[in-house]
């Protein structure tokens, strides 16, 4: 019956093996019932059937195993009926109960063993296959790859932590030798070709230990020492490396502990080369630096004409004040309360001045920015002042409207106006072809919902249509012949940096709408 023949592709048996098993099984059968009917023993002979279910256990399938039990129990019951009849015989009953029990129980473990030996064989080849997979994954990826020995290192950190040590950085820089001590207990178990390859196109014998790698000056490894002693479960961070060659690399070393500890011995690492990617952030970062400050300048080119004017007149002011001065001390007697009071004017205007040409030089330095508390509707005001000249050149009504009990802000002054003043120099271009009674510039201070002060400039002007709209706000994006398309992305950029946002929309009575959300609080660098 070649169906009840058990099939093991690992473990295949000779199909004259499997002839010879049955056919003894088959004789030792025959000889039970033999003995067990014709004979006078009085014992429990069926129970050697046990014996013929054990020798066909590795030759049939689950399937065969429970037919042949099946004809060993009918064979033992044919032996009993053959030898008593119908004389019932107490002592008969229970061996042939005993025999019954004995054969059905191995025939239960027979095929529980039969169960439990092909999951096991599957799982080995589910392994075997898994194995290839990872081994597969590993030597071919492009990112580098390692396996390390981490156990000892381990085992190391642990003792320190048994002994009392709690801040392993102050006991690194209690112990210089440490960080060598600890490179040197992390052998490299494996490395795939990219690893090779970051560290200079190195050989598989020269991969095995990192401690000509890794910079001298490093925090990175002594931040993953940190991660093992606190019993972290992943690890990233930046370092540098030190390749064959004597290049500097940076890299991103990501590496995953296990939870069972006895598989530390095999911990894979992963390294990214991220030298390229960070200098060319470092250059971005450099170039909008050099942008917002080129930006800042042209700003306040742009205004040079309205600055102008705004020193013609403190300046005035003091040159007058001083004229009076200088009469009233030609008297005789002197008026000195009149002295005094054209003093205090010429110590205001002088003030005045200051104060504008201070902004001025601040929009251009490159010093650490200062936060400070501040009102925005004095802010509002200032910038007003600012740009006096050209509101009264374009015929422009200038109005501000502030709702009650707003709160002071803390942000960077000169940020902040740089916004208004882009805002309002947009607002009095857009409104060129507007006619001179409708120009107006409205600014409207109020709550934002619990996000800050919210911050609207609404023109006259013609509005933003749907295609300058959607890219207002990238760079390089402009509705002028000779403007950058820099101003409105810078603003959006250091309010974004500082908490706040930037939006635009066209008003429902016309006109466009910035409205800028300046946050209560700055958030710090």
Not at 450 to 475: A, W
């Amino acid at each position: 019956m070649p169906s009840l023949v058990l099939v093991n592709p690992k473990r295949r048996l000779s199909a004259r093996y499997e002839i010879g098993i049955l056919s003894f099984a088959f004789a030792l059968a025959t000889t039970v019932f033999y003995l067990d009917t014709f004979t006078d023993i009085h014992s429990a002979l069926a129970t050697l059937y046990v014996i013929t279910l054990l020798l066909s256990a590795e030759t049939l399938t689950e399937r065969g195993t429970l037919l042949m039990t099946a004809v060993c129990i009918v064979l033992s019951i044919l032996s009993y009926a053959a030898a008593h009849g119908t004389d019932a015989d107490l002592a008969a009953i229970l061996r042939l109960t005993v025999a019954v029990a004995a054969i059905s129980i191995t025939c239960a473990l027979i095929i529980r063993n039969h169960r439990a030996r092909l999951d096991l064989i599957k799982f080995n080849a589910a392994l075997q296959s898994s194995e290839e997979r990872y081994r597969t994954i590993f030597e071919q990826s492009r990112v580098a790859l390692w396996e390390r020995d981490y156990s000892e290192v381990r085992a190391s950190l642990m003792r320190l932590k048994s002994q009392g040590v709690v801040d392993l950085r102050a006991y690194a820089r209690d112990n210089p030798d440490f960080i060598a001590d600890c490179i040197a207990r992390i052998p490299t178990v494996a490395a795939n070709a990219a690893a090779l390859e970051v560290l200079g196109n190195v050989s598989a014998q020269n991969a095995g230990s990192m401690r000509r790698y890794i910079a001298h000056d490093d925090e990175t490894f002594l931040d993953l020492m940190v991660a093992i002693f606190d019993n972290q479960s992943y690890f990233e961070g930046k370092g540098t490396i030190i390749t064959s060659d004597g290049t500097t690399k940076l890299v991103l070393l990501t590496v995953g502990f296990p939870v069972d500890v006895s598989n530390f011995n095999r911990v894979i690492v992963g390294m990214f080369d991220i030298t390229e990617r960070e200098l060319a952030q470092k250059a971005l970062f450099e170039a909008q630096a050099e942008l917002a400050l080129a930006s800042r300048a042209a700003t306040v080119g742009a205004l040079s004409a309205s600055l102008a004017h705004e020193l013609n007149q403190p300046l005035g002011a003091i040159v007058v004040n001083a004229q009076t001065l200088q009469r009233w001390l030609d008297r005789d007697p002197p008026d000195l309360a009149a002295v005094s009071r054209s003093a205090e004017r010429i110590a205001r205007d002088s003030q005045r001045a200051s104060d504008i040409i201070r902004s001025t030089r601040s929009m251009l330095s490159e010093r650490a920015p200062v936060l400070e508390a501040m009102s925005l509707a004095n802010l509002v005001n200032e910038t007003q002042a600012l740009m006096q000249s050209e509101l009264s050149k374009n015929r422009i009504t200038f109005e501000t409207s502030e709702a009650p009990a707003i709160t002071n802000v803390t942000a960077i002054r000169i940020e902040l106006q740089q916004v208004l003043i882009n805002l309002f120099t947009n607002a009095i271009q857009a409104m060129a072809a507007t006619p001179e009674e409708l120009r107006r510039i409205s600014v409207t201070i109020e709550p934002a919902g619990g996000q800050g002060i919210r911050v609207g400039v609404l023109d006259t002007g013609p509005g933003l249509s749907p295609e300058v709209l959607k890219n207002l706000f990238k760079p390089f994006c402009t509705t002028k012949k000779t403007g950058l398309g820099m101003g409105l992305a810078i603003c959006r950029s250091m309010l974004e940096a500082r908490g706040g946002s930037l939006t635009a929309s066209n008003h429902p009575g016309g006109g466009a709408l910035f409205e800028m959300i300046v946050p209560m609080e700055a958030v710090h660098e």
